[in-house]
């Protein structure tokens, strides 16, 4: 699951680092506002298999 869902949100353009905190059931985001959001961000991660509304928080670090 963590390779899939940090996989899956690096794929997506403007997303720096990804990472996923399995105890807090989180991902942590450094991306790029003006390339992306945590929305599509999200979308990307439903887009491989997990459900980040039901499933995670995501949340922004970085915005550059």
Do not use: F
């Not at 997303?15 to 991306?31: F, G, Y």
Request: hydrophobic letters at 45%; glycine letters at 4%.
């Amino acid at each position: 699951c963590k390779e899939r869902i940090e996989t899956a949100a690096k794929g997506v353009s403007g997303v720096r680092s990804a990472h996923w905190d399995r105890e807090k059931q989180m991902i942590h985001l450094q991306l790029d506002p003006s390339e992306t959001s945590a929305d599509a961000v999200a979308k990307a991660i439903a887009a491989a298999g997990h459900a980040p509304y039901n499933h995670a928080v995501v949340e922004l670090l970085t915005a550059l």
